[in-house]
């Protein structure tokens, strides 16, 4: 597609219950982001691939997250046993080699909410 | 790490400039980033500048960034209502972990 495609564009779920996002990046960029963004604020960097460089997890806030990408395409983060402080709207972004670090395309996000 | 600190909130008139400004802590980022986010729509890059400038103007948007102060603003002329959104600020290192930190956005709205 043209654009970062993420799926779901909301997701309902209750507590305890795990959760699967979806990342469709733009074909050809080899680094992918997620980004958290809780209502009113900024983005809180989770996780960051680069090509078939190890992921950088330094952002992932508990070991309830994880996130896996297939090759230079697809991610999909994961967060098992969602609490009420996870809900948020989870920002994909993908990035083309030889642009300067921060020239990020975003998706739509996934909002997500736990009852 | 970074901060980013940004105002919340700012109202213009239309046909007005706004001035947006942004200040951070880390004085190895590279690059600064402006980012506008609208309603219900994920963020687009708006512009950025190199950390070895002063000044960078595109179309009705002008980036300032005092290096010494740490601080960045993004000056829109002739402000639209279509200009009404949330902008955010961000810094990015060229080397080491190649990910934004973000300020917490400054929402811009514009009175008709």
């Known amino acids: 597609g043209a654009g970062v495609s993420q799926s779901p564009s909301n997701k309902v779920t209750e507590k305890g219950k795990d959760v699967e996002l979806r990342c469709d990046p733009i074909?050809?960029?080899?680094?992918l982001y997620w980004y958290r963004q809780r209502l009113g604020q900024g983005l809180e960097f989770l996780i960051y691939f680069q090509g078939n460089s190890a992921p950088d997890k330094s952002g992932l806030p508990s070991d309830r997250f994880s996130a896996e990408r297939t090759g230079e395409s697809v991610s999909t983060l994961t967060i098992q046993r969602t609490q009420q402080e996870d809900s948020a709207v989870y920002l994909c972004a993908s990035s083309f080699p030889g642009r300067s670090p921060g020239e990020l395309f975003f998706g739509e996000g996934s909002r997500l909410t736990v009852l | 790490g970074e901060d980013v600190e940004q105002s919340l909130f700012l109202s213009v008139r239309e046909g007005d400039s706004s001035v947006i400004n942004c200040t951070y802590t880390d004085s190895s980022s590279t690059y600064l980033y402006w980012y506008k986010q609208e309603p219900g729509a994920g963020l687009q890059l708006l512009t950025y500048?190199?950390?070895?400038?002063d000044m960078k103007q595109d179309q009705r948007l002008t980036v300032l960034l005092n290096k010494k102060d740490k601080h960045l603003s993004l000056r829109i002329a002739d402000t639209q209502t279509g200009d009404s959104a949330i902008y955010f600020c961000a810094g990015a290192r060229d080397t080491g972990r190649r990910a934004l930190t973000f300020g917490s956005g400054t929402r811009l709205q514009v009175q008709p």
């Open positions: 500048i190199f950390s070895n400038m």
């Open positions: 074909s050809g960029h080899t680094a």
